[in-house]
């Protein structure tokens, strides 16, 4: 009888479905920790027999290679750590960049595709179909060897404003000489901005206006660095090379078009009893579309942006069949220097795993605030 | 990207037990004869090293490497999978297993050999490295290339020499890192960049196929030397050295006079003792060494001497000379044991 009782518990227990989701759950969760260490373990164990270790000692080492210009300052003789960073710098740059221009692209493409004029909207959608259907590395490799194969050679360097140039060598401008002044106008930009969110009023923000520029009167005699042809390159200036403007470009390109598709859809996806109740409200077309249609349409279509930013940044990884020093190409050289092939494809993996989470978590954080506003 | 992740996948996949090889002594030879072929990893289009010909086979200096090695193993030279491979993927893929050998021409330095655990075949090819610039820049040496733009090939052994080099002297460069040597000439010849660099006979082989050759102008400096070869395994003693008998014999074979064409006939008729200890007539210094006592034969009959595997690649269709790779006998650096 007491035998009887127990299992009779036991069933009544399993008969709970918060208890066995429970218990499904946790086995579960074991099973995947267990093959996670299997693996592992079978990771290692192979590793040794093959005298590999696992380690990231190396990245305190010297890299003896240079990487053209980075954001980090790095430089042949720099540890491997920096110039990850430097790398990682570089793809920053051009995926910060990338989403800007690609949303703004995205907004005016899907605007100009739903134009009642023939000729935009044929325009427009050519663009996308041609942007969207080709492959992305082909598209890269087109733009790249179009900037090298047309523009002239440094020496017969296009020369339309004085100072700045443009050859195969890419855009180079002259660049202000830094001085101590400019860090406090950036410091008083700062300040101004934090205070004017503060006061909640809209004159409040002449401050950001105002405070850098007092700042700036303190400044020494504007001092350029104006860039002069001496041997094979340009020296001075600063340099926008022709690798990042073809990545740049071509990701937009690419990436834009299915931007637009969305943001039409989205745009589309509003009910058409909203714009006619702002069109009899008497909002002009133009305001119609800003206070009430956008609004609406980036509700619909943030999510399937998200990714498309995410793939923007992973996208950027091609970059290696042009010769841009991005992440991978600093991983590709710190393998064949250093045969530590699984930690630098970690490293890389970790990073472009981040870089896509944090996007994600910034554009969730965004469509929050617009479905909280209500608007 | 995507290579550099494949490789990464194809390290871990053979580190999964299902695939992996065992590395005890020998036993990578072993597992090459029950494979049934041999796998070496080439370079998809580099002329005189390894490159597609009008009847869709694979020629060159290194492809003729992989089929002697096919051809000390199996006896025929035809039992070889070629692996079509970037620079930055041949190391890893022999570490991984990937491949049995990579033919790539990669410089031989004291840390491939010792950090890496890498061996190498040879070298089988002595050279330095140079610069190639268009003549209209004016350079006739290296110190005129201060400033200078650079194409090079990412992740070679180049990419920091060269920084080395321009550091210690106190001059500037900006680098272009391209993946393949195939995408790095059109983009020198059009102007991406002042200098190109790589081995001479590489730059020579290259420049052949340019536009208008005559614009380019080698430089004649070395800035640091380039003594290249396959890459092997470094764990397994036997059967790298296995590997790099295929070197010796070749080399071995020239200093006889012995040919592709002539082999047969000498294998059949020398009298002399040293010819027959080498083709192994006589003796078993091949099957001591974990292939067959005829091994050299096989070898010689496939590939030809090393004078021939010259000739066919570098000599007859881009007339270069052997220079440093001659003999030593004729003052070269082709130096190999004793066959005894």
Known sequence: ?375 | MFKSLLVAAALLATAMPALAQGTQSGSQLKSIRDRGVFKCGIYENVPGLASLNAQGQWVGFDVDYCRGMAAAIFGSGDKVEFVKMTFAQGIPGVKSGEVDMAGLAITDTVGRQTELGLDFIGPTLFSGQAFMVNKRSGATKLADLNGATICIVAGTITDSLIADYFRARNMTFKSVAIETSAQLFPLYEEGRCDVVTMEPPFLATRRARLKVPADHVILPEFFAKSDMGPIVRADDVMSAKAMKMVHWAVVTAEEMGITSANVDEVAKTSKDPAIRRFLGVDGTMGSKAGLTDTFTHNVIKAIGNYSEIWDRNYGKPFGLDRGPNKLTRDGGLQAVPLWR
């Not at chain 1, 700062?190 to 400044?219: K, Q, T």
């Not at chain 1, 350029?224 to 042809?229: A, E, H, I, K, S």
């Not at chain 1, 600093?330 to 393998?335: K, L, P, Q």
Request: glycine content about 10%; aromatic content about 8%.
């Open chain 1, 1 to 375: 009888m007491p035998q009887r009782a127990q299992r009779s518990a036991l069933s009544r227990l399993w008969g709970q479905p918060r208890v066995r989701a429970t218990v499904w759950q946790v086995g579960t969760g074991l099973a995947v920790l267990a093959a996670l260490l299997w693996f592992q373990g079978n990771l290692a164990a192979n590793l040794a027999r093959r005298s590999l270790d696992l380690g990231f000692d190396f990245l305190w080492g010297p890299a003896s290679f240079e990487l053209g210009d980075n954001p980090v300052g790095y430089a042949a003789g720099d540890s491997f750590l920096l110039a990850f960073a430097a790398g990682l710098g570089n793809t920053l740059q051009v995926a910060a960049i990338g989403i800007a221009l690609t949303a703004c692209t995205g907004v005016a493409v899907a605007l100009l595709r739903l134009s009642h004029n023939p000729l935009t909207a044929g325009a427009a959608k050519l663009y996308v179909e041609i942007a969207r259907n080709t492959p992305l590395l082909l598209q890269l490799m087109f733009w790249h060897q179009l900037i090298v194969r047309v523009l002239p050679g440094p020496r017969l360097a296009w020369n339309p404003v004085p100072g700045v140039f443009l050859s195969n060598r890419g855009l180079i401008v002259p660049v202000l000489g830094w001085q101590p002044a400019f860090g406090w106008a950036l410091a008083a930009l700062a300040l101004g901005i934090v205070l004017a969110v503060m006061a909640r009023r809209r004159i409040a923000w002449l401050l950001p206006v105002l405070l850098p520029l007092g700042a700036l009167a303190s400044a020494q005699p504007m001092a350029f660095d104006v860039p002069v042809l001496r041997g094979f390159n340009f020296a001075g200036g600063t340099t926008l090379s022709p690798e990042m403007v073809a990545l740049v470009w071509a990701l937009v390109f690419y990436q834009g078009s299915f931007a637009a598709e969305t943001i039409r859809g989205g745009i589309l996806g509003v009910p058409k009893g909203l714009t006619e109740a702002a069109a009899s409200l008497g909002l002009s077309r133009a305001k119609a579309t800003r206070l009430v249609v956008m609004p609406l349409a980036l509700r619909i279509a943030i999510p399937p942006l998200t990714s498309q930013f995410m793939s923007l940044t992973k996208n950027s990884s091609l970059a290696v069949a042009i010769g841009y020093p991005d992440l991978v190409r600093v991983s590709n050289v710190a393998i064949s220097e250093t045969g530590r092939a699984v930690e630098c494809i970690v490293i890389t993996l970790a990073v472009y795993l981040v870089l896509s989470l944090a996007t994600a978590l910034a554009m969730n954080g965004w469509n929050a605030r617009l479905l909280q506003r209500g608007t």
